[in-house]
């Protein structure tokens, strides 16, 4: 009999007799196995945030640049880690590749649940543990990849919606969980002591005063409890495909072929990074982006011709025409994840105050709503609704859905930069709180619908080989979106024109509509509504 996980010879889906026989059991088998280890991939990745905030609260010795930049460091690794992790699957096979990616998973959380338990750890030590928490950023790249090669055309905006669109409740997940476990001391001695708030914090469900014993290592440990059983199911459960994966080697050799590739991008985002000190934001993301390019191809050995191979993606316009719509898309939905909580904090956390004398001064909001409350329904919607882009996309056509959220993003995004001004201005910000909510959620919504159509065009328009790398190199450049949305609207707020950056992004989205028509809708389309 043969094993659940042996490597699989021969795969036909698009052979109706064969997919109803042998294929759909297999493909779900490995999609259900491979979402799971995604979300968890998103929640290690996107857990600092949260964890840097209850390090302020504990009063941590570093300063408030110092933990942002912990947060900066795993955005821009996870962004990537992308790139050398979209040829994993043609070179090492599936099943190898999510079982050690997610196992990998269990360095940074481990790691970073005993660094949390003194408070004199080194910078530097939880600067590593940030730049390891990128691999669950870069294992979406990997992931979709695989998930795509197992389900027929016909079903690529279901496959890769639900897998993307469940695999980003990680966001939502890791945003409700991590306050909640703070609180008890779940893992008793093991570990270790709680420390007191010296400031206040807070949950889903309300405001945790100072002194309460605080658990942070919990932040990084609870995820242990999922990913151990999930890499057990990953290397028990899934299979690598010999069609799309010739030569795999011995899993050994598949290890060491992704750990060269991940220790490549590790290396370039330490680079970046310090590129971001020394150069503009423009300027040292591209750099990034090139100089691990350009590092791959000096991989020695046998994986050399593979990823020379997968480069031809690059000589193709339309992988860099849906580049260009899934940072619509995907790049707005992780972006705003990670603005939504500094937009609310900085813009409704102040007001304008007039003084007898006419004159203005900003100042303290004291019913100011709390970002922990509200900044995860927004990623939560946009997750919730991916599976249904994909699922309408599969009916309509991709091209038809994207050309339709994206006029819905021009519009909500220029509506809520208009309610960000007012509020900013104003002297009740309270006031123009549900609208401005309600947009970021449409907003949301928008972009979630277009992750799904937009990969649903891409698994029409390139072949079994192809469209592997170009998921995983257009889900790559859309990541850095997790930096470069918060630093855009940082620095507008700072200005004090908050709406600019919003307006900004509108006039992306349309610049997104002319190019979705002119490759996918007009008359003499290069590829019809795909």
Known sequence: MTRKNADIEDWDVENEEFWEKEGKKVANRNLWISIPSLLMGFAVWLMWGMITTQMQNLGYPYSVDQLFTLTALAGLAGATLRIPASFMIRIAGGRNTIFLTTALLMIPALGTGIALMNPDTPFWMFQILALLSGIGGGNFAASMSNISTFFPKKQQGYALGMNAGLGNFGVTTMQILIPLVMTVGIFGGLAGAPMALESASGTLIGRI?????????????????????????GWFGMNNLRAITPNPGTPAQAFGKILGLYGVGLVTSVIGMLALVWLNMWIALPL?????????????????????????????????????????????????????????NVIFGNMMEVAADGSVTRVVNPDAPSALTWAWIGPFVGALIRPVGGWISDKVGGAVVTQAISVVMVLASAAVGYVMMLAYNGTDPNSYFAIFLILFVVLFAASGIGNGSTFRSIGVIFDQQSKGPVLGWTSAVAAYGAFIAPRVMGEQIQAGTPEMAMYGFAVFYALCLVVNWWFYLRKSAYVKNP
């Open 209 to 233: 005063e100072a002194g309460t014993d605080t658990w942070i290592q919990n932040a990084a440990f609870i995820w242990l409890v999922f990913l151990i059983p999930l890499a057990f199911a």
């Open 288 to 344: 990034t982006i090139l100089i691990t390019v350009f590092a791959l191809r000096l991989i020695p050995g046998d994986i050399q011709p593979n990823i020379r191979k997968q480069f031809a993606i690059f000589n193709d316009k339309h992988t860099w025409a849906m580049t260009v719509l899934y940072i619509a898309t995907f790049g707005s939905f992780i972006g705003f994840s990670a603005a939504l909580p500094l937009s609310i």
